[in-house]
């Protein structure tokens, strides 16, 4: 993002990242710790903004930074440092969410051990991103997402009055047997045959991302997670006794242990 970090101030905002997407939908301590972490980061960027305008505006910008930091809005100004700052932060977070999809992957490697070398072959073009897909689609990053009903509407024989709280059950759809066959087995090969379409997965919300309520990083996301997952199988990693089973009840969720692993 062309953010100029230390290796000890780069630790700190990859942790208070943790922090934010450990602590969304979530009541209590993770979401204070949350609501400290975004506070913390954003006064933290702004002050980078700040520093960026110090300097003369270049004519091309290189990065994320410079084009938030120079970006002007219709009244011709730039943004206030702390927009600009939300902004840049949103881009920066989501980065960070992939490592949760990140120890899926392993967690997927680990159980189903032929899938590291079909990650390792070559033989199946496509492959990581078929296997990017199907660990989205089979792991539960999050059990659903929620939103209020902006007007009085009218779904598939049901009122919905607006205001009305309304659930997407994203593991619901991507388990659901009239779209998926055979939902619980983890079979990436599902997506390399094109008979699956991607609007059945909802892993990171559905619609249009122009329009609907989908994750716009998506296709990063795909594209990030099919290389670590290829970069993962290519490792000779050992995984000691741990708790690996996967919570259903907490948002978002990951195994008990985490992940540990042990290179050799």
Same mark, same amino acid.
């Given at each position: 993002?062309?953010?100029?970090?230390?290796?000890?101030?780069?630790?700190?905002?990859?942790?208070?990242?943790?922090?934010?997407?450990?602590?969304?939908?979530?009541?209590?301590?993770?979401?204070?710790?949350?609501?400290?972490?975004?506070?913390?980061?954003?006064?933290?960027?702004?002050?980078?903004?700040?520093?960026?305008?110090?300097?003369?505006?270049?004519?091309?910008?290189?990065?994320?930074?410079?084009?938030?930091?120079?970006?002007?809005?219709?009244?011709?100004?730039?943004?206030?440092?702390?927009?600009?700052?939300?902004?840049?932060?949103?881009?920066?977070?989501?980065?960070?969410?992939?490592?949760?999809?990140?120890?899926?992957?392993?967690?997927?490697?680990?159980?189903?051990?032929?899938?590291?070398?079909?990650?390792?072959?070559?033989?199946?073009?496509?492959?990581?991103?078929?296997?990017?897909?199907?660990?989205?689609?089979?792991?539960?990053?999050?059990?659903?997402? $929620? *939103?209020?009903? %902006?007007?009085?509407?009218?779904?598939? &024989? =049901? /009122? !919905? #009055?607006?205001?009305? @709280?309304?659930? +997407?059950?994203?593991?619901?759809?991507?388990?659901?047997?009239?779209?998926?066959?055979?939902?619980?087995?983890?079979?990436?090969?599902?997506?390399?045959?094109?008979?699956?379409?991607?609007?059945?997965?909802?892993?990171?919300? $559905? *619609?249009?991302? %122009?329009?609907?309520?989908?994750?716009? &990083? =998506? /296709? !990063? #996301?795909?594209?990030? @997670?099919?290389? +670590?997952?290829?970069?993962?199988?290519?490792?000779?990693?050992?995984?000691?006794?741990?708790?690996?089973?996967?919570?259903?009840?907490?948002?978002?969720?990951?195994?008990?242990?985490?992940?540990?692993?042990?290179?050799?």
């Amino acid at each position: 993002m062309g953010v100029p970090l230390t290796g000890p101030a780069a630790a700190e905002l990859a942790h208070d990242c943790t922090a934010m997407v450990d602590g969304f939908a979530t009541p209590g301590p993770r979401h204070l710790r949350a609501r400290r972490a975004r506070a913390r980061q954003e006064e933290a960027l702004a002050r980078t903004v700040l520093g960026v305008r110090e300097r003369p505006e270049p004519e091309l910008k290189s990065s994320a930074l410079e084009t938030l930091a120079w970006h002007r809005g219709q009244d011709g100004n730039p943004l206030d440092p702390r927009t600009a700052a939300v902004e840049l932060l949103n881009i920066i977070r989501p980065t960070v969410a992939i490592a949760w999809f990140a120890t899926f992957a392993a967690h997927a490697m680990h159980r189903w051990p032929h899938q590291r070398d079909l990650l390792r072959s070559e033989s199946e073009k496509g492959y990581a991103e078929a296997f990017a897909h199907e660990v989205r689609r089979f792991y539960p990053f999050a059990p659903f997402v $929620g *939103g209020l009903a %902006a007007r009085d509407l009218n779904w598939r &024989g =049901e /009122d !919905i #009055t607006q205001g009305t @709280l309304v659930l +997407l059950d994203l593991y619901g759809q991507n388990h659901d047997p009239a779209l998926w066959d055979h939902p619980y087995r983890f079979d990436p090969h599902r997506f390399t045959t094109g008979a699956e379409t991607l609007d059945h997965l909802i892993a990171q919300g $559905g *619609g249009d991302p %122009a329009g609907g309520h989908r994750c716009p &990083g =998506e /296709d !990063i #996301t795909v594209t990030a @997670l099919a290389v +670590l997952a290829t970069e993962l199988a290519g490792l000779d990693f050992a995984v000691p006794d741990q708790d690996l089973t996967i919570p259903l009840s907490r948002m978002p969720t990951l195994p008990r242990s985490g992940f540990e692993m042990s290179l050799s």
